[in-house]
């Protein structure tokens, strides 16, 4: 029998909070302190082998579509692998669904946004129903009768897997649908049709491409109603308890995020409540859909810390010509750029998490101008951190028993979702040209004396923030990247240790971001910025 030699030990258990420098700096920055013993034991039950063990088994064994029961009922429901179920209690019992809106303070957002970073780190799937709660809450508010029903439901700690009415359960989730297929992010063309009955609800008709979570309570869709295109909650079953007319046609079969249901649905007839002005659905359902680029940039900058702890752990253990890999030059290199481009995700990801929680004007700017910036540019960054990380595992590292390949297959999904590259771009023109001082504001968090290399670039950036180009389409991209490694520097300079600020800007204010992982300048301390990212094991 040969010998196995030379291999790192699982990276488990480990405490995904204690473990994490920069994660539990940002908790403490961002006004979220008080809640260190709750993180400090959800880190902990994350990180044990049992609940690691949840993440592949509810990947390995993907939710079954059952449309018809063996005499052909309708059933439309989607059986998950009790992996799935087990993995959502945990994320309910923490409150990662809505517990800012059920317990609002200083700090609520950040510390939930905490808890989810650490939850996506061991499986992203349970995100999507999670992410999609937390975002339905202030659109709920715009119907007080309706949110008087669900909200209870949903600030509800408990887990409830049972496919009853809403009134029956102890518990509830919430989805959404408005993917069509001849639109896509152009929701003005939605063609599901909304039927007032008179008795103040209305009947859906119509088809959605994507409506993710299936069995989630109900969902927030959009229909062109008699006054144009509105905003209604669908729920899964319909006042008399009967099922509501809603059909899954099939479950998509996904790049990844295996373990999560997405489907394709019809609507015949099917049974839903007007939720805020009708006629004035996208202004309705917008804020849902902040909160939910939220959770892109939460969910990218998490996966990017699972790919990095994997990199680092295998590097300290594995021997390749006489040197741990980690003490090899190329490869500590690449490990601290690596480290560096996650540490600059999570540091904006907080900061802008905590703009949720306050209510000033340079909130309102980074919900409305950083919020789509940050999901353009740090999403954009995941599929590359993914794909480098797994090649320091090599060949260990693209077979599936290892969360490589879970990770990578991931890393694209929250480009697409609420909205492609391009319209996060166009969205940033858009806020910054109706948001009161938006480029003063910007320019003011951009201010940080005794850092020429950041003076020259952000001076650069505002000139094109307050001129003609600013409006120039075909730019966008260049214009929000630029605006996000800015912040991105002025965060490091203000709050990481001098050696982390200086190789980011030595390395993406040089006007080559975006290039290979690796090519950091010489007189970088890569030894110090590696130890600084590197697993507590």
């Not at 390995?60 to 059986?79: A, C, I, M, N, S």
């Not at 900058?301 to 295998?314: D, E, G, P, T």
């Amino acid at each position: 029998m040969f010998e196995v030699a030379n291999q790192p030990p699982p990276l488990e258990p480990y405490n995904l909070f204690a473990s994490d420098t920069v994660l539990r700096e940002c908790v403490t920055r961002e006004k979220a302190d008080w809640a260190e013993g709750g993180l400090q034991a959800l880190g902990a039950t994350l990180g044990k082998p049992e609940t690691i063990k949840l993440g592949f088994d509810a990947n390995r064994f993907p939710p079954q579509l059952k449309t018809l029961d063996r005499y052909g009922h309708r059933l439309d429901e989607v059986e998950f692998h009790p992996a799935w179920h087990e993995l959502m209690a945990i994320a309910l019992r923490a409150g990662l669904h809505s517990s800012p809106w059920a317990k609002p303070q200083a700090g609520a957002h950040v510390a939930r946004a905490a808890g989810t970073y650490m939850l996506n780190q061991i499986e992203s799937g349970v995100y999507c129903p999670i992410a999609m709660t937390y975002g339905s809450v202030p659109t709920l508010q715009h119907a007080p009768d309706v949110a008087a029903v669900w909200l209870p439901k949903i600030y509800s700690r408990d887990y409830d897997k049972r496919f009853m009415t809403v009134g029956q359960k102890s518990g509830a989730l919430l989805g959404m649908g408005m993917t069509e297929n001849q639109g896509g992010s152009d929701l003005r063309t939605n063609a599901t049709r909304a039927e007032a009955t008179g008795d103040g609800s209305f009947r859906l008709y119509g088809h959605k491409w994507f409506m993710s979570a299936p069995m989630c309570d109900g969902f927030l869709v959009l229909a062109q109603s008699g006054k144009g295109l509105s905003c209604f909650l669908m729920p899964r079953f319909a006042p008399d308890g009967t099922r509501n007319a809603i059909r899954i046609l099939r479950l998509k079969d996904k790049l990844g995020n295996k373990s999560n249901a997405s489907s394709e649905v019809e609507f015949e007839g099917a049974y839903a409540q007007l939720i805020g002005e009708e006629g004035r659905g996208i202004p309705t359902i917008i804020e849902m859909g902040n909160h939910t680029r939220l959770e892109c940039s939460i969910g990218s900058s998490s996966l990017m810390r699972a790919a990095v702890v994997q990199a680092i752990h295998h590097a300290r253990h594995r021997v390749v010509f006489q040197k741990k890999l980690v003490d090899q030059p190329l490869m500590t290199n690449v490990l601290a750029d690596l480290a560096l481009e996650c540490e600059a995700a999570t540091m904006l990801t907080f900061r802008l998490a905590r703009a949720y929680d306050e209510d000033d004007d340079v909130a309102t700017v980074f919900r409305r101008v950083v919020t789509p910036a940050a999901k353009f540019w740090i999403c954009k960054r995941t599929p590359n951190v993914t794909l480098e990380a797994m090649e320091v595992l090599g060949g260990s590292g693209y077979i599936e028993e290892s969360v490589m390949p879970r990770l990578y297959r991931e890393a694209p999904v929250n480009s697409i979702w609420e909205g492609s590259g391009n319209v996060m771009c166009l969205d940033v023109l858009r806020a910054l040209g109706r948001t009161a001082n938006a480029a003063e504001i910007l320019h003011t968090e951009l201010r940080v004396p005794g850092e020429p290399r950041l003076k020259a670039f952000a001076g650069a950036l505002e000139q094109r923030l307050l001129g003609a180009e600013r409006n120039d389409e075909a730019q966008a991209r260049a214009l929000v990247r630029d605006l996000v490694l800015a912040l991105q520097a002025a965060l490091l300079i203000k709050h990481a240790p001098a050696v982390v600020a200086d190789a980011f800007c030595a390395s993406r204010l040089s006007g080559e971001s975006g290039g290979a992982f690796g090519t950091l300048p010489r007189g970088v301390d890569t030894r110090a910025i590696i130890e600084r990212a590197g697993p507590v094991h």
